[in-house]
Each structure stands twice: as C-alpha cells, then as structure tokens.
C-alpha cells in the first residue's frame, strides 16, 4: 500500500576536505572527477528538523560556513553513497527513496516502496559494491532488496525494525541489527535464511563497522559499554567491553590502513573510543575535546583513514567536526543549527 509523497528534508552538507598542505582526504580521479585530478572529499548529511541545505568548506583550522538553501519540511532517515559517489540514496518517512546527482546536488528521481500504512523507512541502506542492489527496511519489519537500474525491488519478513545495515565482505549475506536487540543475517541473493547471529545484547547496534572479516556492533545503551564482534565466515559472535568510565557505543567506522575502528559514546563531554582489531580490545585512551564534542554520534572517515568527520549533538545544538586519525585531536568544528538538529548518519563522496 502506498503512502503519499511526503516531501521532506534533504539537508546536504557539503564539507570539502581539500587540504593541500596534508593532501586530507583526496583520492587520484576519485568520483567524477577528471583527467586524473585528485577529487575532493564532501560530506552528506540529513536534518529532519529544519528546513535548509548548508554547505561548509573545512579548512587546515576551521569550518566556514559557505551558505544555506531552503527546502521545506522533508524528513530524511539515511543517505548512502553510490560506489562511484555520483549518486546519493536518501530514504524518508514518506516510502520515498530520493535519487541525488552529487554533481548537481540535485534530486532526479524516487524510487517508492509499498508497505502497509503508517509504516516508514528504517534509519540504514547500504548499496551493493557494484552499484546495482540497495538494502533497506520498514517498520513494520520487512527488509527490500532494490534493484538501482530499474527501481524494481523484492522483499521478505525480517521480524523487527533495521537500525543498522551492513554487507560481508564477499556479499553473499546481509546483516541488520534490530530494536529487538537481536543482529540478523539472511542471503544477499534471495532474503531468505534469516537467522540471528547474535542475540541477548543490551540495547540495539546503531552502527556498524565491516573490517578484515568480522563486524563491529556497537551498543547504544546507557551504562552499557558492550561491542558484539561478529566472525562473518562462521557467523559466530563474542562481546568485548570497553574500560572503566566508558558508556552508551552509538555507532562505528573502521579505518583504513590500521587495525582500528573507532566507537562514538553519547555521553556528555563525550568520547571516541578506539577499538584495536588485532588483539582485540577498547583502549583506555579515548578522543575527547570537552565541550566541543560534547554528544558525538554519526562519523564518517576519509579514504585515506587521515580524518574522520564526526557530528556532535548536544540537546541545544549540533556540531559537525573532524578529528585527525594520526594525532587523535579534534582539529576543527562549528555550531551548525541553534536549535535541535536531527541527523541519522554522515556519507563522504569524492568528487
């Protein structure tokens, strides 16, 4: 059954990672870029609760401000990224998977799936590496299989609401954690074999970070400092917690070229946990910069593991910042929005 189009927000930031001193988060002839001239790193991110597109340039120093574009009432749930980074798909409230040119920041179609009334799209997509398969869920815990090339889809029971979504690394089975703080596999082909993987976690994975085989899964609980791995060649799964002091995981992103995956915690004068593969463990060291990460939530790391793009979202406000992966500093960061902002996650694309 089809809800009506309900246009929402699409708030892109666009953050430019051009730092020529450091070559921050450039890549040879990365999305449409040409001639093999290093492309640029831009950041994408949705705001349910405003109505206006910003655009910020970070420089060695700071983040400037570049301006801001009406919108009008849309509300986004999750963006991600095209492998070539020439298209963003942004699910909403409304059934409506928005199609985007990163080249023109412009919308050029929908893709609109069925569910039964009252239900929405789930906070996480991931696309296949090819380009061709896009994975999402609904409320009312069905998952989709969508075929990019024609909006053509299929769909299956899953048995809770996806918060979080992740491929293995040979593509052969999707992963989704659930409110029913269950993660759950099925076959990337057909949505069948719908097993779980790990059960009996705190809370739900918010957020997770495919690394060299295995998925880290976060917690989002407070008082709870639990990270599931899961082992994807056997599927078999173990927890491992983070110090003394350390609380409520949100999400995770690993870092290429290390053996790191960094964790977000939601507490006040909040911290970026780092999560060594190789032994495995939390450190006790953490980032933090007071105030001025106060709430961290969604992150986003560069393709050169260089930097990692984190939003911070205290009750009053937001910030969006990055963080220097070889120093473990906070460089640079700017209040975005002086009321609350709403933001479900962070792409980067190159262009």
């Not at 666009?14 to 450039?26: D, K, Q, Y």
């Not at 290429?256 to 004068?269: A, D, F, H, K």
């Given at each position: 059954?089809?809800?009506?189009?309900i246009?929402?927000?699409?708030?892109?930031?666009?953050?430019?990672?051009?730092?020529?001193?450091?070559?921050?988060?450039?890549?040879?002839?990365?999305?449409?870029?040409?001639?093999?001239?290093?492309?640029?790193?831009?950041?994408?991110?949705?705001?349910?609760?405003?109505?206006?597109?910003?655009?910020?340039?970070?420089?060695?120093?700071?983040?400037t401000?570049?301006?801001t574009i009406?919108?009008?009432g849309?509300?986004?749930?999750?963006?991600?990224?095209?492998?070539?980074?020439?298209k963003?798909?942004?699910s909403?409230?409304?059934?409506?998977?928005?199609?985007i040119?990163?080249?023109?920041?412009?919308?050029?179609?929908?893709?609109?799936?069925?569910?039964?009334?009252g239900?929405?799209l789930?906070?996480a997509?991931?696309?296949?590496?090819?380009g061709?398969?896009l994975?999402?869920?609904?409320?009312?815990?069905?998952?989709?299989?969508?075929?990019?090339?024609?909006?053509?889809?299929?769909?299956?029971p899953?048995?809770?609401?996806?918060?979080?979504i992740?491929?293995?690394?040979?593509?052969?089975?999707?992963?989704f954690?659930?409110?029913?703080?269950?993660?759950?596999?099925?076959?990337?082909?057909?949505?069948?074999?719908?097993?779980?993987?790990?059960?009996?976690?705190?809370?739900?994975?918010?957020?997770?970070?495919?690394?060299?085989?295995?998925?880290?899964?976060?917690?989002?609980?407070?008082?709870?400092?639990?990270?599931?791995?899961?082992?994807?060649?056997?599927?078999?799964?173990e927890?491992?917690?983070?110090?003394?002091?350390?609380?409520?995981?949100?999400?995770?992103?690993?870092?290429?070229?290390?053996?790191?995956?960094?964790?977000?915690s939601?507490?006040?004068n909040?911290?970026?946990?780092?999560l060594?593969?190789?032994?495995p463990?939390?450190?006790?060291?953490?980032?933090?910069d007071?105030?001025?990460?106060?709430?961290?939530d969604?992150?986003?790391?560069?393709?050169?593991?260089?930097?990692?793009?984190?939003?911070?979202?205290?009750?009053?406000?937001?910030?969006?910042?990055?963080?220097?992966?070889?120093?473990?500093?906070?460089?640079?960061?700017?209040?975005?929005?002086?009321?609350?902002?709403?933001?479900?996650?962070?792409?980067?694309?190159?262009?």
């Amino acid at each position: 059954m089809r809800n009506k189009i309900i246009l929402g927000l699409l708030v892109l930031i666009s953050v430019s990672f051009m730092l020529l001193v450091n070559g921050c988060g450039t890549v040879a002839g990365g999305g449409g870029g040409g001639g093999g001239a290093a492309a640029a790193a831009w950041t994408y991110f949705g705001n349910d609760k405003t109505n206006c597109i910003y655009y910020y340039y970070i420089a060695p120093d700071s983040i400037t401000i570049s301006g801001t574009i009406e919108l009008g009432g849309y509300s986004p749930y999750h963006i991600a990224a095209s492998p070539d980074f020439k298209k963003l798909y942004v699910s909403t409230d409304s059934l409506k998977i928005f199609v985007i040119d990163t080249g023109t920041n412009a919308i050029t179609s929908l893709i609109t799936l069925d569910a039964p009334a009252g239900a929405s799209l789930s906070k996480a997509m991931c696309v296949s590496s090819d380009g061709k398969c896009l994975y999402t869920g609904v409320q009312t815990s069905n998952i989709y299989k969508v075929y990019l090339e024609t909006g053509t889809y299929e769909s299956a029971p899953l048995g809770g609401f996806v918060e979080s979504i992740a491929l293995s690394p040979d593509e052969t089975k999707v992963y989704f954690g659930l409110d029913d703080k269950t993660i759950r596999k099925v076959n990337a082909s057909t949505l069948g074999g719908n097993t779980p993987v790990a059960t009996g976690g705190a809370s739900f994975c918010q957020g997770m970070a495919v690394k060299d085989g295995k998925l880290y899964c976060p917690i989002n609980q407070a008082g709870t400092n639990e990270c599931i791995i899961i082992y994807t060649g056997t599927d078999t799964s173990e927890s491992i917690f983070g110090p003394a002091g350390s609380s409520t995981f949100y999400s995770a992103v690993a870092i290429p070229g290390t053996n790191e995956v960094y964790i977000s915690s939601r507490l006040m004068n909040g911290r970026i946990y780092i999560l060594n593969t190789s032994v495995p463990t939390i450190e006790t060291a953490y980032i933090s910069d007071g105030d001025n990460l106060a709430f961290p939530d969604y992150m986003a790391v560069t393709a050169d593991g260089k930097y990692v793009c984190v939003m911070d979202l205290p009750s009053t406000h937001g910030r969006i910042g990055y963080i220097n992966t070889t120093a473990r500093t906070v460089e640079a960061y700017t209040t975005i929005e002086a009321s609350t902002l709403q933001v479900n996650n962070i792409v980067i694309v190159y262009k």
